[in-house]
């Protein structure tokens, strides 16, 4: 069922592009006539579910969705960037690590995020200076103040990761003068845990939402991401506590049937932890404004359909399955340039079939000449494989004018990824039996025999199931980061753990937002 969350709201947005606000100064230093502002808007239990939804939404924004995967899997040996020679040449500099800080990918993950924040910070505000007689539906305010911090929480989390030392926003900034400096790396993981700590004791189970509702944020989507920060922060204990948390909750399982959960029908499933929340949408068909998931307009092959070809896995990543002899998720992870052209050509198959089977040599001919001009089509077909996960087949593909917005969710936070975490937890702590056990449940769902391994060589089992689980999920290149392995990418060095400021946002503020180490606007 396709929900209400993915609609986008029509509410007061104060969201900025920058943290310095300068960009939409000068819409905040006027109060515009006959249009609602932030301190009246809030009258109301709709547009208090408005306002959050509105949060929600730049995790639709077709930017927000591009450097997930940009910055998650193609500097990695996952996936190379592909496309054009335009497109590919355009990213190469942060692929080989030599990106600067006036590059347009540094600014577009940075706004993005705080723009969310800021949604989510006048949410926050507005909802809790409400009236508690606006709400007709008991315990709605918590849960929307909740949400709204989970939201907060997941974009500074998105920037912590990408740029190290950021700036916490906590308020709703309202004027171009402020300015906030950036925060220790602990200090902001520490909000992040807060954050979701306060989110976590309001936010309902998965089992508890309306149907309507499914797909907004959990009770066990703030446990998982309180894992998820505690192993970044290498707090063990505390990652294994918030993993354990959701798997004694009873309320996800592995789904048996590993490439289900990533079809339509098995979005916001049994294993479904968190999802962004998509739709064909005959309205929206905008670039900057569609319910759609445009990531699939992005990775589709090239030409043979109306894609880009952009983010193709690496036969690195086909070799990794296949020491392992993982069929089950490498079908359904990586879409062969054979598979390609059976799904996209099918008719000109078909039509090659009944020429054979009508054993006119001059049709046979022809029909295979048509096969072969057909596949031409196809084009920057850098590595042979594109990404499964994210391929919508021609029967279920949007239709042009709207090829912008599949309906395809995007997968956040899997309850795989959850048995993995816990297991990896544990193994830190000394606990090699029952994290080998949580490691051995997500092999034998994809039917590969189990693991008697300890110590090293058991974390390092870990490390290659996360790969192939994940893979192609945005999450290879920051867990190589955060590991200590990504010294196996070509040029990486510590100094790039983390990315370059934007160098407007270290203009606007005059330096109070500062530059990392060791890059300029120039190079780095």
Excluded at 289 to 294: K, L, Q, S, T
Aim: with cysteine; charged share 25%; hydrophobic share 35%.
């Amino acid at each position: 069922m396709k929900i209400s969350l993915k609609t986008y709201t029509k509410a007061l947005l104060i969201g900025c592009l920058s943290l310095s606000v300068m960009s939409c100064s000068d819409f905040l230093d006027k109060k515009k006539l006959g249009q609602e502002t932030s301190e009246v808007y809030f009258n109301s239990q709709d547009k208090a579910i408005h306002s959050v939804t509105a949060a929600y939404s730049d995790l639709k924004d077709y930017r927000f969705g591009w450097f997930q995967w940009a910055f998650g899997e193609t500097l990695s040996d996952n996936a190379i960037y592909s496309g054009s020679d335009g497109d590919s040449g355009g990213f190469q500099p942060l692929k080989d690590f030599n990106g600067t800080a006036d590059m347009y990918q540094v600014r577009y993950k940075w706004q993005l995020c705080y723009r969310g924040i800021n949604k989510s910070n006048q949410a926050i505000e507005g909802i809790e200076a409400m009236n508690d007689d606006l709400f007709t539906t008991p315990g709605l305010k918590k849960r929307l103040i909740a949400e709204a911090r989970f939201l907060r929480a997941y974009y500074h989390w998105n920037l912590v990761i990408t740029f190290g030392k950021v700036p916490i926003v906590d308020h709703l900034i309202k004027t171009a003068d402020e300015k906030i400096a950036p925060s220790s790396v602990s200090d902001v993981y520490d909000f992040i845990a807060s954050d979701l700590e306060a989110a976590e004791a309001d936010l309902p189970l998965k089992s508890e939402y309306a149907a309507s509702d499914i797909g907004r944020a959990t009770k066990g989507a703030a446990d998982a991401f309180l894992a998820k920060v505690n192993l970044y922060r290498k707090n063990w204990a505390d990652a294994a506590k918030w993993s354990k948390k959701i798997i004694d909750s009873g309320e996800y399982q592995l789904d048996p049937n590993y490439a289900h959960q990533f079809s339509f029908d098995g979005e916001n499933g049994m294993e479904s932890i968190f999802e962004i929340q998509f739709y064909d949408s005959p309205t929206e068909t905008s670039a900057y404004r569609n319910n759609g998931n445009f990531q699939t307009l992005f990775q589709l092959p090239r030409n043979i359909t109306y894609g880009y070809g952009i983010n193709q896995p690496t036969k690195n990543l086909y070799n990794a399955f296949m020491a392992e002899n993982d069929t089950v998720r490498m079908q359904a992870t990586l879409l062969d340039t054979t598979e390609v052209f059976h799904n996209e050509l099918a008719d000109l198959y078909t039509a090659l079939d009944q020429a054979k089977q009508s054993g006119d040599q001059a049709a046979i001919d022809q029909a295979q000449a048509d096969l072969a001009a057909g596949k031409t089509k196809l084009t920057f077909d850098r590595t042979g494989f594109y990404n499964q996960k994210i391929y919508v087949d021609p029967a279920h593909r949007a239709k042009s004018p709207y090829i912008r917005n599949n309906g395809n969710n995007t997968r956040v936070m899997r309850y795989a990824e959850v048995l993995l975490m816990y297991a990896e937890a544990e193994e830190h702590l000394g606990n090699d039996a029952e994290a080998l056990a949580k490691m051995n449940m997500v092999r034998e769902r994809v039917n590969l025999p189990d693991k008697s391994v300890s110590g090293d060589a058991l974390l390092q089992a870990i490390y290659t199931e996360r790969r192939l689980e994940l893979a192609m999920e945005n999450d290879r290149y920051p867990d190589l980061v955060r590991t200590g392995r990504a010294n196996i990418l070509p040029n990486w060095t510590e100094a790039h753990e983390y990315w370059p400021v934007p160098q407007a946002e270290v203009d606007i503020t005059s330096g109070d937002v500062p530059q990392n180490s060791g890059y300029t606007t120039g190079g780095n």
